[in-house]
């Protein structure tokens, strides 16, 4: 059974950091490309960043693109989200997710495996 468990979630000020991360479970970790997603309420997931399996290749979405980055340990199992700079815009509940394909890296529903989400709220 494959679990992703998000952890790392909470309130902040603009301005400050967190760290999340993911935890994943039930597979062999390094055969799957890593991402995080975000959702804000009355807004469709979006793309946040995505790693592939061995970590030399990272993607980013233009709007966190020199404020956050995606590393993994394939030795933990764990995939992290540092976000710096963060802003009230970046106000969501944050998904990670697993693919073993990398090509659509971006795109939600080219994953197969996701995580509950962790509440990321930054005030102004």
């Known amino acids: 059974q494959v679990q992703l468990v998000e952890s790392g979630g909470g309130l902040v000020q603009a301005g400050g950091s967190l760290r999340l991360s993911c935890a994943f479970s039930?597979?062999?970790?390094?055969?799957?490309?890593m991402g995080w997603f975000r959702q804000a309420p009355g807004k469709e997931r979006e793309f946040v960043a995505a790693?592939?399996?061995?970590?030399?290749?990272?993607y980013y979405a233009d709007s966190v693109k020199g404020r956050f980055t995606i590393s993994r340990d394939n030795d933990k199992n764990t995939v992290y989200l540092q976000m710096n700079s963060l802003k009230p815009e970046d106000t969501a509940v944050y998904y990670c997710?697993?693919?073993?394909?990398?090509?659509?890296?971006?795109?939600?529903?080219?994953?197969?495996?996701w995580g509950q989400g962790t509440q990321v709220t930054v005030s102004s």
């Open positions: 997710a697993a693919k073993m394909v990398l090509t659509g890296v971006r795109v939600a529903s080219m994953y197969k495996y």
């Open positions: 039930g597979l062999t970790f390094n055969n799957y490309v």
């Open positions: 790693i592939s399996v061995s970590g030399g290749n990272t």
